[in-house]
């Protein structure tokens, strides 16, 4: 039985959107549905355990007031790792040392379930799972989105002489001629255990993966992605059951 790691983080200081983890949407806190969703994984793979990581006692408070089962909320994110600089991977593994210490085991796996990002389904963190099982070199999976834009197509950047060129260089009449790009959605990663060996922490792009979601899917970083996440999930407007 692998021992697995479910982080969820959610920093108290949110500028775009005040409060936005435990805003509510269709009628529960945003951060509930990130933990139902990892309750259910828990229950298909007992060595699981879910850890949130947060600076805030009001989220700690919201979080213990749905009274989830199994979700630990004893870790508290240090001050240093809680400002806008903070990197996402520094927090992950800083919740996995401390957990590992305090259990005394260590993670197969470590799977970031994103607050912000939560349209994922139970079905797409197995599939993406077992992915990343099968492969021998990759360390580590992460969501994405088909692109709307293409570099080799139709986005640019101003070279040194200050004129507009292709961001990447290739001989496409149209966009869907071009590679395939991807927007990362933020809503999920996996991590095989060797991705923090030695205390380290490698490049997101080290030997990854990637599960194109193959439903909407988008984080919430300003006001009006969340007035349209309301919209789409309290008018069932979304292509896919969505865990509530």
Do not use: W
Request: aromatic share 12%; glycine share 4%.
């Amino acid at each position: 039985m692998d021992n697995i790691l479910i982080t969820v983080c959610a920093r108290g200081g949110s500028k775009g959107i005040p409060d936005k983890n435990i805003k509510e949407i269709g009628g529960e806190p945003l951060i509930y549905y990130t933990l139902r969703l990892a309750k259910e994984f828990k229950k298909k793979h007992p060595g699981t355990l879910i850890y949130l990581s947060t600076d805030s006692n009001k989220i700690k408070e919201v979080v213990e007031t749905l009274n989830i089962s199994g979700v630990n909320t004893n870790y508290t994110r240090p001050q240093k790792l809680a400002d806008d600089s903070s990197g996402k991977l520094e927090v992950i593994n800083d919740l996995k040392n401390y957990v590992e210490a305090e259990k005394k085991i260590q993670f197969d796996y470590i799977m970031d379930m994103d607050v912000t990002s939560p349209l994922r389904t139970l079905r797409d963190l197995e599939i993406a799972f077992e992915k990343l099982i099968k492969s021998n070199e990759a360390l580590n999976i992460f969501s994405v989105s088909p692109a709307a834009r293409n570099p080799y197509f139709n986005m640019v950047e101003v070279n040194d002489q200050g004129f507009a060129v292709l961001c990447k260089q290739g001989d496409f009449l149209t966009r869907q001629s071009a590679p395939a790009v991807y927007d990362m959605n933020a809503s999920f990663y996996i991590f095989k255990e060797k991705y923090f060996e030695n205390g380290t922490i490698a490049g997101l792009m080290e030997k990854a993966l990637i599960y194109e979601v193959p439903h909407v899917c988008f984080d919430l970083d300003h006001p009006i992605d969340f007035d349209f996440m309301t919209f789409m999930i309290e008018n069932n407007k979304l292509n896919f059951e969505f865990l509530k």
